[in-house]
């Protein structure tokens, strides 16, 4: 995501990454923190368990972690990259 965010932001405008985070079969929806500086703020997921607020460069910078409940082996956590441009455009 660092690197991503580096990025000058004419060259991020042909794709976006987007995070998910579920729970398992039977598990309630995931609950995700960012901590930073002792500062606890909830990431609102969206009904598929779309990141819908994601970390900036600063956050990153400032050494930020993000807590999943509940625990991680009854969670899934995931990226996809998705493209932005037009399908008939060239890459």
């Given at each position: 995501l660092d690197?991503?965010?580096q990025l000058a932001p004419k060259d991020r405008?042909?794709?976006?990454?987007?995070?998910?985070?579920?729970?398992?079969r039977g598990?309630?929806?995931?609950?995700?923190?960012l901590?930073?500086?002792g500062r606890r703020t909830?990431?609102?997921l969206d009904a598929e368990?779309?990141?819908?607020?994601?970390?900036g460069l600063a956050d990153l910078r400032a050494g930020a972690v993000v807590e999943i409940t509940p625990k991680p082996r009854e969670t899934t956590a995931h990226l996809e990259m998705h493209a932005?441009?037009?399908?008939?455009q060239t890459m």
């Open positions: 690197v991503y965010l405008n042909l794709f976006t990454p987007e995070y998910f985070v579920r729970g398992g598990a309630p929806p995931p609950r995700v923190i901590v930073r500086e909830p990431v609102p368990g779309r990141v819908l607020s994601v970390p932005l441009a037009p399908v008939a």
